[in-house]
């Protein structure tokens, strides 16, 4: 009952979807919506089974003395303060527990909520990811070599893309006759983008295509029962 | 008030923003801070949006408002509970009912659209006239298309060994894949970069005031 | 035995010289030119192309992670369709898109009062469920998103009459930081239901969704990162934060080429000093 119930349920749902593309009619219509809309609550309930299985984690890690365990507090701390003030004062335009928190909002300008949100993450999360672009640039440095023939065709494009791709290609090879205008540089850029680059990004998708049409039949037909986890 | 509360709401983004700054001189403990913070933040977010804008529009509200129309959502609704369970190791086997459905019903889905859109919208749109174009440029360009995709899709084919005409084709799209990997070094560079700019407008713009933002 | 390799600079003055390098452009502005590419004009066109009162899904699918690089073209877009009085129905498959998008409103909305909520705007907010969530979308619209992001029934909204499935739509665009995000508007709005698709990326992902600007049409254009930010503007002609920021992106990507240039320099050498060695 543990694993074929489930598996049962993974082969039903996804063969009456994949009948339903070809008989949009009742029952396949009807049954496939309805999976649709299902699917959605239940996706949303796995994004909170993520939430408070992080605040497990961390609580553990916490209890259990693990390395830099003193971090993880601000984790927890961080965490339920950004839910307590969702669910006390609500977002911007729900209202929570409490009301609609407009005598807080007009005293810091934002619901806590928000004001979390617009002047604490968001500057936590651009910083974050532009950390990348000092990172990039040593990789570059360090890593770029031309040494074969793959290494300098890597190297080519990505200088050329690059040029091509700001002001400075425009300024470079602006001056080119109408006749030479194909070796201006943003052209060249534009060229790479669409022609080789192209080929070989689609030579990636038909091929990841192709693997995730076998992996979802292995699914459905319990072959591949991996997701069940051991036991 | 709410003026202090927003230069309060300014240094608080321009402080955490050298804290994870602090981390290209070394790792220290203002970056740890400052990154638990935003893991503790993201996750928060993440929690109170569900409830408000999936659960409460697509689940509570209906049942609350028409129970007797709605009344079906009880099944995902209890399928949900079941998928909270996982949390509870000795009853955790109950997630798999609601883990079936969600993957099923992506495989269901997965297997039709990128059969359509990866595999077969992919060919059909490689499978062209090459010589049908404005220029020489765009002929050459459509050349390099065909041979590229075909040649990237048989390097790719790893059930027979790469060699004779069979490897020099694998070959030709090798280097195909090494253009488009330089291109998307790049484009990762643009992208890296732009997020550095956007940084630097907060600081120089909002913060110190130099610049317009 | 090999002589030693040269000793490699340390990194922290190239995340310096980046640093300075990115923010004096930003200060000293130069204003170089800036060159539209087709891309960006069959997106811009696209637009141009809808008639007034039509009405578009604009769906945020990024973070703050990626603000710098997608705001600015969606603020430009946003501001574009209401130039032409397109309606604009905001949806979300990230959660954070949805203050994303109430930022960009909020700003055009303060300089131009004449665009009404509920008129010619309506932020219908997030949905998690990717692809399954769009498929939905497709057939039973009202049932996916049955309010607004204040809990509004979208029945009480003049936009939304009418509105039951993608066929009452212009076209779908999104600004796309990853998964799930433009690739799966394509997958289903595109060629499940037949509708045009078009949209922003950040230029991470620009060249893995370029394939699907083709001869079907999956996409009809797109815009690839700040550059094509900026494009977006000048064709606009409503300069914005991409314009300003092209500066500085020249100047640091002329760092990058030149820190690859000394580095395979040194590489050179060093092979040369290690043959002489052998």
């Known amino acids: 009952m543990k694993r074929k119930i489930p598996l049962i349920i993974t082969f039903v749902v996804g063969v009456v979807l994949i009948f339903a593309e070809f008989i949009p009619h009742k029952p396949f219509g009807l049954i496939s919506g309805e999976l649709e809309k299902w699917y959605l609550i239940i996706a949303g309930f796995a994004i909170i089974l993520g939430q408070l299985n992080l605040f497990k984690v961390n609580l553990f890690k916490i209890r259990y003395k693990q390395q830099n365990w003193q971090y993880f507090i601000l984790t927890l701390v961080s965490f339920s303060v950004m839910v307590l003030c969702g669910i006390f004062w609500g977002t911007q335009n729900n209202p929570g527990v409490f009301g609609n928190g407009a005598a807080i909002a007009t005293a810091m300008g934002d619901k806590p909520f928000d004001y979390l949100f617009l002047n604490v993450y968001q500057h936590l999360s651009a910083t974050m990811f532009s950390l990348l672009a000092f990172f990039i640039a040593s990789a570059a440095y360090r890593a770029f070599i031309a040494r074969t023939t793959e290494s300098n065709l890597l190297l080519a494009a990505a200088i050329l893309v690059m040029l091509g791709n700001t002001s400075m290609g425009s300024i470079l090879t602006g001056w080119l006759p109408e006749s030479l205008k194909f070796l201006h540089l943003p052209r060249i850029s534009e060229f790479i983008m669409k022609y080789p680059n192209t080929a070989g990004q689609r030579a990636i998708m038909i091929g990841a295509g192709l693997g995730i049409i076998g992996s979802s039949l292995r699914i459905i037909l319990g072959i591949e029962r991996s997701y069940l986890g051991g036991k | 008030m709410t003026h202090f509360f927003s230069v309060l709401g300014i240094w608080l983004g321009a402080l955490f923003t050298f804290a994870i700054f602090s981390f290209l001189y070394k790792d220290n403990p203002f970056y740890k801070i400052a990154e638990q913070i935003f893991v503790g933040l993201s996750a928060g977010y993440w929690f109170v949006y569900t409830i408000f804008f999936i659960l409460m529009p697509n689940l509570f509200n209906p049942l609350l408002q028409d129970f007797a129309v709605n009344w079906i959502k009880l099944i995902p609704a209890v399928l949900g509970i079941l998928m909270l369970l996982r949390l509870i190791p000795s009853i955790d086997w109950v997630s798999r009912f609601p883990i079936a459905l969600v993957i099923g019903t992506t495989s269901g889905i997965f297997f039709l659209r990128y059969l359509k859109s990866d595999v077969i919208n992919q060919l059909t749109a490689t499978i062209m006239n090459p010589f049908h174009g404005a220029n020489w440029v765009n002929v050459v360009g459509q050349i390099l298309l065909i041979v590229g995709t075909l040649s990237g899709v048989i390097y790719f084919y790893f059930s027979k060994k790469h060699e004779g005409a069979f490897g020099v084709t694998a070959k030709i799209g090798i280097y195909f894949l090494m253009v488009s990997f330089g291109a998307a070094f790049g484009y990762t560079a643009m992208a890296r970069i732009s997020l550095l700019i956007g940084r630097l407008q907060f600081l120089l713009g909002d913060w110190l005031g130099i610049i317009n933002p | ?278």
Request: with cysteine.
């Open chain 3, 1 to 278: 035995m090999a002589t030693a390799k040269r000793k490699q600079l340390d990194r922290r003055w190239l995340f310096l010289l980046l640093f300075v390098g990115v923010a004096l452009p930003l200060i000293f502005v130069i204003g170089f030119p800036i060159e539209t590419t087709e891309n960006v004009r069959m997106v811009y066109n696209l637009v141009e192309n809808t008639p007034p009162n039509s009405k578009v899904i604009l769906s945020f699918d990024y973070d703050p992670g990626s603000k710098p690089e997608l705001h600015p073209m969606a603020k430009a877009m946003m501001q574009h369709c209401f130039d032409r009085d397109i309606k604009v129905i905001v949806t979300a498959l990230w959660p954070m898109g949805v203050q994303m998008a109430e930022e960009i409103f909020s700003d055009i909305q303060s300089k131009n009062p004449d665009v009404k909520y509920g008129i010619d705007y309506v932020n219908l907010g997030f949905k998690s469920g990717g692809i399954v969530t769009i498929q939905s979308m497709g057939k039973q619209f009202r049932e996916v998103f049955p309010e607004d992001m204040n809990g509004t029934s979208i029945d009480e909204f003049p936009i939304m009459d009418g509105i039951k499935n993608f066929d009452n739509l212009s076209f779908v665009c999104s600004f796309s930081a990853g998964d799930p995000g433009i690739k799966q508007w394509v997958q289903v709005t595109h060629d499940k239901f037949n509708r045009p698709v078009t949209g922003g990326v950040t230029g991470v992902s620009a060249p893995s969704i370029l394939p699907y600007v083709n001869a079907q049409q999956q996409l009809t254009g797109l815009l690839a990162g700040l550059k094509a930010a900026a494009e977006y503007e000048l064709l606009s002609k409503v300069p914005g934060t991409a314009t300003s920021g092209m500066d500085a992106q020249s100047i640091a990507h002329l760092i990058i080429i030149i820190f690859i240039v000394i580095g395979n320099i040194n590489f050179r050498r060093d092979k040369k000093a290690e043959k002489r060695g052998e």
